[in-house]
C-alpha cells in the first residue's frame, strides 16, 4: 500500500477518534470499555495458570471479548472459568456499545464530509 494510502487511512482514524473524544457521552463508555479491558487482562494475568505474560493476558481478553475465541487460550480453573462467564456477558454489552458509537460516529462524519462537499443537495431534501 503506498504511504500516501496510509496517511489517509491514519487520517481517518484520528477524525474519528476526534469526533468520538467531542461527542456528548461517549467519553464514558471508552473509559468502562478501557477499565473493562485493563481488568480482564489484570485478572488472566493474576489467576489463570496458562497466561504468563501480560501480552497473552491482553490477547485472551480481547479474542475473548469479540468473540473470536481462536481456541489456543481457554479459562481451566474453576475461577476463571466462572470469572469469564460473568466477564463475557457484561464485556460483551460494552464492546457492542462501544462498536455501535464508532459506527454512529463514522455515519455522521460521513454525511457532514458530503454535505460539505455538495451543499446543494441538502437544500433539495
Do not use: C
Not at 22 to 32: D, H, N, S
Not at 36 to 53: K, V
Not at 98 to 106: A, D, F, N, P, S
Amino acid at each position: 500500500m503506498p504511504i500516501v494510502g496510509l496517511f489517509a487511512i491514519g487520517r481517518f482514524f484520528f477524525r474519528i477518534a476526534a469526533a468520538l473524544w467531542r461527542k456528548e457521552g461517549t467519553r464514558g463508555l471508552l473509559l468502562i470499555a478501557f477499565i473493562t479491558i485493563l481488568s480482564g487482562t489484570w485478572f488472566y494475568h493474576q489467576f489463570e495458570p496458562t497466561i504468563t505474560t501480560w501480552v497473552d493476558a491482553y490477547y485472551f481478553t480481547a479474542i475473548t471479548l469479540t468473540t473470536i475465541g481462536y481456541g489456543d487460550f481457554s479459562p481451566t480453573t474453576p475461577l476463571t472459568k466462572i470469572f469469564t462467564t460473568f466477564y463475557v456477558l457484561i464485556g460483551l454489552g460494552i464492546i457492542a456499545g462501544v462498536i455501535g458509537l464508532v459506527g454512529q460516529t463514522v455515519i455522521e462524519d460521513a454525511n457532514r464530509t458530503r454535505a460539505k462537499r455538495n451543499p446543494q443537495a441538502q437544500d433539495n431534501e
